[in-house]
């Protein structure tokens, strides 16, 4: 009789598990790179409404496996949106909304964007997450003014999962440097530690910093550079890998915090993650292939959905690659991609993140692919 009961509890407790932590369970210890394969199925295609990509500037995946795409529409050429022209000069295609929301077998879910009372839009649509609460988080890497004189990039914003506005963190304009706490500058990324409901924001494109403030408020907490010094606006010359690696951000791409509270920061364009404590506080380094230039080897960084956050999956766009990395200690144990356009290849690859199940979605210019592990 004793048995039988632990045998009924047993198996109700496995119903009641979350998914995501069902399939943590499945998870080889350590994923090998070679076994990724393109996943064609996903997303469902074609696009309802005849929407067409524009530059794609995030891509993140939820607690619920949901992928939502961030997405600039005003990249699209003439020739891809000819029924959204006046007079229309074909039947396809219209931009999509730069928020689109896709669930795990690809089918769109929710969408929204643009311009809206009580906040300002960005000109050059970059990084989205999703928090603890649902919540959608996005930002804009424009540094300098437009043509049209259109301004800067200089804010974060917060939505609601249905795209209500509830946050803007900075406002539009040119950048007030990198020891300012009212305006941002071509953020890059952001992370939402729900210990502490502070939102952590890669300050990235403009500015050289990871800056701090309450989720809810939008209040200033406190902020950084590289080392954990404090930020500076130096110029400090294009990257140069026969020289000792610099005191100073280049590129803050992407930050993200693990469960065991350590802070990872992608310094893209000097070919590095940093690591901190959440207050700041530097722990460590890992620089990978630092010949490469142009668009440096770190790009962003998803952890493997295990109990330790074991692997990271690194983007590496320099080098049209992703690599999964040991946590640990920064080793490198497999690497897959190759330069190319067709399903599979890399074309200027932007962000990887994983999902519960260990697939990884890695974005390009006008589309996010997916690759699972093959058995």
Known sequence: MFHSLRLVAAIAAALLMPAAAKAADTLPANPDAARYKIDTTWPKLPLPNKWAFGLIGGVYVDAKDHVWIYSNPRTLANYAKGAALTPPTGICCVPAPQVVEFDADGNVVSSFGGEGEGYE????????????KGNVWIAGSKTRAGQDGSPPDGMVLKFSPQG???LQIGSRGA???SLDTTRLSG???MVVDPKTNEVFIADGYGNHRVIVFDADTGKFKRQWGAYGKPPTD?????????????KQFRIVHCVRLAKDDLLYVCDRLNDRIQVFKKDGTFVKEFIYRKETRGSGS???????PDATESIMAVNDPGNFQV???RRSDGVVLSSFGNYGTYAGEFDRNHEAVLDSKGNIYISGDARVQRFKMAP
Do not use: M
């Open 298 to 304: 770190v790009g962003t960084i998803s952890f493997w």
């Open 121 to 132: 839009w960005p000109g050059d649509e970059h990084g989205i997450y999703v928090d603890y």
């Open 234 to 246: 130096e110029d400090i010359g294009r990257y140069d890998p026969d020289q000792p690696p610099a």
């Open 175 to 177: 950048t007030k440097g």
């Open 323 to 325: 690599h999964l990395i």
């Open 187 to 189: 953020a890059a990324n």
């Open 164 to 166: 209500k506005f509830l």
